[in-house]
């Protein structure tokens, strides 16, 4: 797979959504490199079963779960195919996002709507239906992707920093209501080249002017957000709870 493995999660189940690309796909390939049986969760069946793929070339174990997971029902069952193929579930990573652009007065109710759902509400229901099983199997951890606009504004992103900011809130209140047993934390992405710009057509030269924003002088991978994930959901970071770690090489550490 391209990884130095060295079984940082080993014998651990875990759930990951919107693993069909990206930030998800990488951090499921990641964790199965490390010695996790992964469930691929994701409302997009050939890019979930294309992780799924990856996983097994690369000698891991994974199955792949189709689920809306801003749909109750779905996230159920989502925890109880995952319990059906593994038996037990010790790491959630809640990554799912859907989201469009627009100021106020200019979105469709619809979009915040559907962003909000997709990127806050499905972290409760998935905490609703994870969390009993985790304890079941003598604890565990959660980690919710939020972004470095769950710190700060962007202008017209109305919808989407609303519910980037609101997972700093859940990721603290779970924290309170399940430790010591559970551990939830956030990861917050900078700029991060996933398939999604090529979607939204990001432009070439916006790409490099977001590279020359941050210190590093360039812009994320999947794979930078993974090895945070792993972190947070490894062993290493048994102290760490209720916090969130920013991992946008440095953009935040500047006058935007």
Do not use: C
């Not at 859940?170 to 010591?180: F, H, M, Q, S, W």
């Amino acid at each position: 797979m391209g990884h130095h493995t060295s079984g940082r999660v080993a014998g651990r189940v875990a759930i990951v959504t919107g693993a069909s690309s990206g930030i998800g796909e990488a951090t499921a390939i990641l964790l199965a490199a490390e010695g996790a049986r992964v469930a691929v969760a994701d409302v997009d069946v050939d890019g979930g079963q294309r992780t799924v793929d990856r996983i097994a070339a690369g000698g891991g174990e994974a199955t792949f779960v189709e689920v809306d997971v801003s749909a109750a029902g779905q996230v159920r069952q989502m925890v109880a195919q995952t319990m059906d193929a593994f038996g037990r579930l010790d790491i959630l990573h809640n990554n799912a996002i859907w989201y469009r652009n627009a100021p106020a007065t200019e979105m469709e109710e619809y979009v915040w709507d559907r962003t909000l759902n997709t990127g806050l509400k499905a972290i409760y229901l998935a905490a609703k239906y994870a969390i009993p099983e985790m304890v079941k199997a003598g604890g565990g951890s959660i980690v919710n992707t939020g972004s470095v606009h769950s710190l700060v504004g962007f202008e017209a992103n109305t919808a989407y920093d609303a519910a980037k900011a609101g997972v700093l809130g859940i990721t603290r209140v779970l924290a309170l209501d399940y430790g010591p047993a559970i551990r939830v934390n956030a990861v917050l992405p900078g700029a991060i080249q996933t398939p999604l710009w090529d979607r939204i057509e990001v432009p070439a030269d916006e790409r490099r002017r977001l590279a020359e924003m941050v210190p590093a002088k360039r812009v994320g991978t999947p794979a930078d957000i993974a090895s945070a994930v792993l972190f947070l959901a490894s062993d290493e970071a048994s102290f760490i709870t209720g916090t969130s770690l920013v991992v946008d090489g440095g953009l935040l550490a500047r006058t935007m």
